[in-house]
């Protein structure tokens, strides 16, 4: 008899790796292109959620006391 694993896998399709291959090829383009506005929109970003874990962390903080 054949066992089944306890966790089945979730392996990413073909649709999957082609749009992850696409947004690449577009972040790279992007980056060759314009770097400066890349590294300006990849700053914003971050800092944005920087933004969003501070608030996680201030919302349990309030909440545990």
């Known amino acids: 008899m054949k066992q089944m ?3 089945p896998s979730t392996g990413r399709g ?3 790796k082609v749009l992850g291959t696409v947004v690449m090829l577009v972040v ?5 292109t314009n770097p ?3 590294a300006h929109a990849a700053h914003g970003v971050f800092a ?3 933004h969003v ?3 996680f962390s ?3 903080s309030a909440v545990s006391r």
């Open 5 to 7: 694993p306890m966790m």
């Open 14 to 16: 073909a649709g999957g």
């Open 28 to 32: 790279l383009g992007l980056v060759i």
């Open 36 to 38: 400066v506005g890349a």
């Open 48 to 50: 944005w959620l920087g």
């Open 53 to 55: 874990l501070d608030s």
């Open 58 to 60: 201030q919302f349990g």
